[in-house]
């Protein structure tokens, strides 16, 4: 892996880090609640598991990065807990600043390395909700494992516009339910609350 992928391990780094989180995201909300703050909108979808994979970096995050000169990409998992349970277990929190340079396999590794002591809680593996950020703080994405979709949100209507040609595989918030949820629900009824709650946040 690259050595300039950097885990946050030290309080203080961590702090920063969940400051700026919670500049963008309602952490302690869940879809299909809104969970981004104002002023983020222009909601667009993909799947989760594309978000987990080395093309994703390529074609999405890297992109995003170049476009809006970002640095780095914060990418955290909020469940499992970053502080309550994996820095109590492992002394180093579920988060990772990757540079924009890195590669496909280096985004993969990151992913996929967990702790020595337990390989199964990689980010790759052991992640409910995973969201990804640039410093910039022009774009945003958010991730449900569960439901099987990411969001990405733009800052506003410009900067989605600029973005335009990396996003056209991206899908409404229509399209994201027949494709992607309908799947992971067996109740139909239960499918069609969360499709009218996601509909009115996201639409």
Known sequence: MDDKVTYIKTEKDFKDAWTLL???????????????????GCFI?????????????????????HIFHDS??????LDPDPVNYFYHHFDYYNMV????????????????TGPKSSPADAM????EIVVWMPMSK?????????????????????IRAAATPLIKTWKSTNAALSDFVDINFRDKKAFQIFA??????YA
């Open 138 to 158: 022009k774009w945003a994405i958010w991730g449900e494992r569960s439901y099987g979709i990411c969001i990405l949100a733009f800052a506003d209507e410009n």
């Open 124 to 127: 790759l593996f052991n992640s």
């Open 45 to 65: 979808f993909e799947e989760f598991d594309w978000a987990m994979s080395g093309e994703f970096w390529d074609l999405c995050l890297k992109s995003l990065g």
């Open 72 to 77: 780095y990409i914060l990418t955290t998992v």
């Open 196 to 201: 009218d709650n996601l509909i009115r946040n």
């Open 22 to 40: 919670n500049n963008v995201f309602q952490i302690d909300q869940r879809m299909p609640n809104q969970v981004f703050k104002e002023p983020f």
């Open 97 to 112: 600043k990757l540079p924009i340079d890195i590669s496909r396999s280096d985004y993969w590794n990151s992913l996929e």
